[in-house]
Every structure is written in structure tokens, then in C-alpha cells.
């Protein structure tokens, strides 16, 4: 199968503020919950649950392709990615290398000028904090501590947090969203409008079953993103062979 294009909100330049943290997420009124379980009961004949995990990498180094695929094609962030491993023996030698050599290195990336930078400073930090570049004591964290734990790092957001611990060997039930996967959620009306990717990661989590696996959260990430490229397209969507258009108030106006 082939890997579908993830990404995340642009880097912010260096110095600028995040974003404040999400309040807390209320339980979702009932009539979203039974939708979120209604659209993934129907698109997971289509696309084949349970999907294969598309990566087995450890987690710092599923971190580098996180943050290397943000608005990037994933052919451009794989290269990237692989160029990198080719390049230096270890994460600790990117740390120390020039920023223009790790520039010049992911080049075919979009913004290389900002993610070669961040890409060191959130593997410098990782450092620090961690006592060493492994984040395998992750895996004995809850899943939220957990993603509080990485995003405490200028530069890690919600889709990168979650992308981590979900991804990579640590296999832990954290649902990313993606730009496909907003998109499709804003039509199906489980978001409002004017919620961004970052803040409909708790609200989009909370419209499942609590004791859903890592295996049918990925699966329900990898549906609905893979229903935004292939159907719900940001232009001109597919609405008349929509599984999904039974249940969709954007279809309907459509």
C-alpha cells in the first residue's frame, strides 16, 4: 500500500509563541459519538481494517519524519528522511552538524531552511530532557502524559505527538489528524467550522470508545485520511460516490 501524505501545520519561526494548550475536552454529546462509530464502520470496508502500520521506526527517529513530513509529499520527507540516516551515523551527529549542511541535506523538503534548525533543537531538547536521544520510557506513560511529555518541546505539536507514539514501535493508542482527516471531519460536521487541526485532536479522541486499541485508532486516522485524498477532496468532492454521503450534511448541500 502505498504511504499516504501526512502533514501538520507549518514550523513556526524561531521565537514566535505556541499556541495556548486545549482546555479539556467535555464527553462528546451522544448523537457525535454514534456518527464518529457510524463513519468508521462504513469506511472500514472500503479501505481494509486493519491497515498495516506503514513505519516500524523507534521513536525519536519517527519524530525526525514527523517533523520533516509537514507540508511535504511523502516521496520528498522519505528521501529527506533518508538522507539524513545516510548522512550521519547517529541523531547525536545531526545535532552537531552545521545547520547548512542539514539544510542542504533535506532540501527537497518544504521550508529545509526552518525544519533543519528545528529538527536539531527538538533532538537537542529530547537530549536534555530525557538524559539521551531514546524515548522508549514513553511506552510506560499514559498516552496523555505521554503526549504532554513531547509537546513540552517547542516545535512538537498535537499531530507530531500523537504521530509519535502511534507510528513508531511504541504502538500506543494516540489518534494524529492530518489535514485530509480535518477536512473530512469538518464536512461530517464532528467539528465545528473553526476548529483548527491542533485543537480537534481531544475532540475527535473524545468521539471514540475509551478502550479503543492502537490498532483501530490508527485505523480510524488512516480511513478517514485516506477518504480525504481519494474522495472528499478539498476541491470538488466526490459527494456522488461517497459512502459516507447518507450521513453527510456537506453532501447534502452539495
Not at 19 to 28: N, R, S, Y
Not at 74 to 93: E, H, I, M, V
Request: aromatic share 4%.
Amino acid at each position: 500500500m502505498a504511504v499516504p501524505h501526512r502533514h501538520e501545520a507549518p514550523p513556526r519561526p524561531r521565537g514566535a509563541k505556541a499556541a495556548p494548550e486545549a482546555a479539556p475536552q467535555a464527553a462528546p454529546a451522544p448523537d457525535l459519538a454514534a456518527k464518529a462509530l457510524a463513519v468508521h464502520r462504513l469506511l472500514c470496508p472500503v479501505y481494509g481494517c486493519p491497515i498495516p502500520y506503514f513505519h516500524a521506526l523507534d521513536p525519536v527517529s519517527e519524530l525526525v519524519s514527523s517533523l520533516l513530513s509537514h507540508r511535504t509529499r511523502n516521496a520528498d520527507s522519505g528521501r529527506a528522511f533518508k538522507a539524513l540516516r545516510a548522512r550521519y551515523p547517529d541523531w547525536a551527529a545531526l545535532i552537531a552538524a552545521p545547520v547548512p549542511e542539514v539544510e542542504a541535506t533535506i532540501a527537497g523538503v518544504t521550508w529545509p531552511e526552518l525544519k533543519a534548525p528545528r529538527i536539531q533543537a527538538v533532538l537537542a531538547a529530547v537530549r536534555e530532557r530525557a538524559g539521551g536521544l531514546d524515548l522508549g520510557f514513553l511506552a510506560g506513560m499514559e498516552v496523555e502524559a505521554a503526549r504532554a511529555w513531547l509537546e513540552a518541546i517547542p516545535g512538537v505539536g498535537p499531530k507530531t505527538s500523537a504521530a509519535v507514539l502511534s507510528f513508531s514501535v511504541l504502538r500506543m493508542p494516540a489518534l494524529p489528524v492530518d489535514s485530509h482527516h480535518h477536512r473530512v471531519a469538518q464536512r461530517l460536521g464532528l467539528i465545528g467550522p473553526r476548529v483548527d487541526v491542533g485543537p480537534s485532536h481531544p475532540i475527535l479522541r473524545a468521539q471514540l470508545p475509551a478502550d479503543w486499541s492502537a490498532q483501530d485508532l490508527y485505523d480510524n486516522h488512516e480511513i478517514l485520511m485516506l477518504h480525504g485524498q481519494r474522495v472528499c477532496h478539498h476541491r470538488n468532492p466526490a459527494c456522488g460516490a461517497c459512502v459516507l454521503a447518507e450521513i453527510c450534511p456537506s453532501a447534502r448541500v452539495a
